[in-house]
């Protein structure tokens, strides 16, 4: 993540966090976990590791980890942070500190 500034349609410069994301990455990831998958099902026709449910877990991380490549999700949660944290006048919360904490601004 860097930052930068964006030139609004007045002129003005607005900090911004920009995110690079690897070229090819989400096909990466998913050949990833498509090897964690076959793993995974190996693993489990193993008795004593039957009880760990690690299909369901490889399963579960794979969903959380596609979304994160997907920035466009990102967006949307950011988006509904700032609006969750927003105060009644329109404002930020927390004077505006969250944009800082949220982007390293």
């Known amino acids: 993540v860097h930052r930068a500034h964006l030139r609004g349609p007045d002129g003005s410069l607005r900090p911004v966090a920009v995110k690079v994301r ?4 989400a096909e990466r990831i998913s050949q990833d976990f498509r090897l964690l998958a076959l ?6 026709r193993v008795r004593a590791l039957r009880g760990l449910s690690l ?3 490889v399963s579960q991380f794979t969903a959380t980890m596609t979304a994160q490549c997907d920035l466009r999700v990102e967006a949307v ?3 509904r942070f700032a609006v ?3 105060g009644e006048n329109g ?3 927390g004077g505006g500190r969250w944009r800082e904490a949220a982007c390293g601004l």
Not at 22 to 25: D, G, L, N, T
Not at 39 to 44: K, M, P, S
């Open 55 to 57: 299909r369901q877990s």
């Open 22 to 25: 690897h070229p090819r990455v």
């Open 91 to 93: 404002e930020s919360g």
């Open 39 to 44: 793993l995974a099902a190996a693993a489990g």
């Open 84 to 86: 969750n944290f927003s």
């Open 77 to 79: 949660h950011a988006l």
